[in-house]
């Protein structure tokens, strides 16, 4: 399919819109990819793609809003290699449930985090952006940095006790994946949606400098090399001490988000 037909709107950094690119890129599917400005998609993405969240995305005049559903709707357009077991076979029900865990549950806890972090460093934000072609000079984003690190902390709920609960839970949710991938559900050669879910989480989490060390050398750690490096740090120091504590003790079952598909 040729460039153009098909568009991705993206916010520079964003995890579900890297696992759509990694699903383009794995059918190859060309595509046009247009970076907006955090917040802008509230105002913009109904106009452009019908929806206030990115991953949004443009097939001609259809416009799909939400990684899953763009996960299908590629696979519907290109099925080979499809990106779920076929509907016949006993882990496609289970593809599909990791694939919501992956999106309901994991996949606002970095978004929290980082929220917290920029809170604190808003600079920091700014080495997300990578290569993308913003619609304005990146000097004139600078001194905007503190507030939209504000209002991003307000639209994501990103608060003090949030990012606590996210850091205690972790490492029960890290178990919960390593579980799949010794199960085979996930971690396979060609991965499939929710392996492009949540590795795109876990890319993004290892990002966090304080985050990193809570999933080097474990099974997940590996799900994030379906991807291309990640542009983008938070520093290591930027959380607070005592939140990361609470991480490295025992998972607390009741936390939020630690139950398991
Ligand atoms: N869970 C949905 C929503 C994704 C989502 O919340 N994306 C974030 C960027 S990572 C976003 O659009 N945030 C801006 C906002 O909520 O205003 C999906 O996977 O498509």
Same mark, same amino acid.
């Given at each position: 399919?040729?460039? !153009? ?8 950094? =964003? ?17 046009? %990819? ?15 793609? &019908? &929806? ?38 006993? $882990? ?13 549950? /994991?996949?606002?806890?970095?978004? %929290?985090? #980082?929220?917290?972090?920029?809170? %604190? ?8 952006? !990578? ?10 984003? %600078? ?9 991003? @902390? ?5 608060? $003090?006790? =949030?990012?606590? @609960?996210?850091? +205690? ?12 991938? @010794?199960?085979? /559900? ?8 929710? $392996?492009?879910? #949540? !590795?795109?989480? #876990?890319?993004?989490? /290892? ?15 590996? /799900?994030? !090399? ?14 607070? @001490? ?9 998972? $607390?079952?009741? +936390? ?6």
């Amino acid at each position: 399919m040729a460039a !153009g037909a098909t568009k991705l709107y993206v916010l520079p950094g =964003s995890h579900p819109c890297a696992a759509i690119e990694a699903a383009l890129a794995l059918k190859s599917i060309d595509y046009q %990819r247009v970076d907006l400005l955090p917040l802008a998609q509230v105002l913009a993405g109904p106009l452009l793609y &019908g &929806g206030r969240t990115v991953p949004g995305m443009r097939i001609g005049r259809e416009r799909i809003v939400g990684s899953r559903p763009i996960m299908r709707r590629l696979d519907a357009l290109v099925p080979d290699p499809p990106l779920l077991p076929a509907p016949g076979e006993p $882990d496609h029900g289970r593809v599909l449930e990791a694939e919501r865990w992956g999106d309901e549950v /994991l996949q606002a806890v970095p978004r %929290r985090l #980082i929220d917290a972090a920029f809170l %604190r460093v808003p600079a920091a934000m700014e080495s997300y952006a !990578g290569d993308a072609k913003l619609p304005l000079p990146r000097a004139m984003l %600078r001194p905007a940095l503190p507030l939209t690190a504000k209002l991003m @902390a307000i639209k994501n709920g990103a608060r $003090d006790e =949030s990012a606590q @609960a996210d850091l +205690a839970a972790l490492p029960g949710q890290l178990e919960q994946i390593d579980g799949w991938i @010794a199960e085979g /559900l996930l971690g396979g050669e060609r991965p499939n949606a929710a $392996d492009l879910q #949540i !590795g795109s989480t #876990i890319r993004l989490l /290892l990002s966090i400098g304080d985050v990193r060390p809570l999933i080097e050398g474990r099974p997940c750690e590996r /799900l994030a !090399g379906y991807f291309p490096p990640m542009t983008g740090e938070v520093p290591a120091g930027v959380l607070p @001490a005592e939140w990361l504590a609470r991480a490295q003790a025992a998972p $607390d079952p009741a +936390a939020p988000g630690s139950r398991s598909a």
